[in-house]
């Protein structure tokens, strides 16, 4: 037994080899730092979904090579690549400022207070312009002649809007849409029930078009909020201004590389 044990551990290194600056493992000339001929077994993963950090995945070409690719890039063309962001989430309390669609140099959010709102992700360096396209479309509900039916305006606003960052502001959220300029100039509607600050409401949706002015790049993004079950709608009015639903943000960023 004692001879087994003694020489079990040299038979192993036997199959551990070096050569041409490399480890190999069966094989006696490796091709990178680390060759293995062989498989490979890993029992204990660490889950990141939920890191950020962690945005690349494992890929291995027809020799074995093991190497990188970022998540985003993933069957994609090297012409024309399109990254996706989503976030979807309930809230009977408003919206929530640390869920963040972080895509390309922006991230988007609906603030505590339901309204849309979005920044840079790193310092410009200098003052940044961004113009984008806005159509806003708003479905709520109400009573008309004891009837349920649906009223809002679906037309563009602001078609050449714009908003400025700054080297001091580029961390700071700003409003995507000016909802106090549309709520104070229109219908008694817009002002009942003591819903406080003009706010996205359910069933509310931005849809914004923007090409960031220093890489070209073209953005997509889709704001909303929605009713998702019943006790999401006012019985009472029939107008949709309550806290809770669901709220959902997604982002396409075309790019070239």
Sequence with gaps: MRKIKYLLPIVLLQTILFGQGGVGINTETP???????????ITSFQDKTEDDNFKNIIIANSTGNIDKQSESSMFQTPEQQVETERIIYYSSIGGDSNKEAKCGKFSFI???NN??????????EKN?????????LERRIKLIGGHSANTGDG???YTN??????????????????????YNNNTPDYTTNNRGPAHMINND???LHLIDP???DFYKIHITRMINQESDNNVTTQINLKDSGLRVITCERYYKQ
């Design 110 to 112: 609906i603030d505590e």
């Design 214 to 216: 220093e890489s070209g």
């Design 31 to 41: 091709e990178r730092s680390l060759d293995v001929n062989g498989n490979l077994r």
């Design 128 to 136: 940044t312009e961004i113009q984008y396209g806005l159509r806003r």
């Design 205 to 207: 949706f931005l849809k």
């Design 161 to 182: 809007f714009k908003k400025t960052f700054t080297t001091d502001n580029w961390d700071v959220y700003q409003n995507i849409f000016n909802y106090e300029s549309v």
């Design 155 to 157: 037309e563009y606003y």
């Design 115 to 124: 309204i849309a709102k979005f920044k840079l992700l790193a310092n410009p």
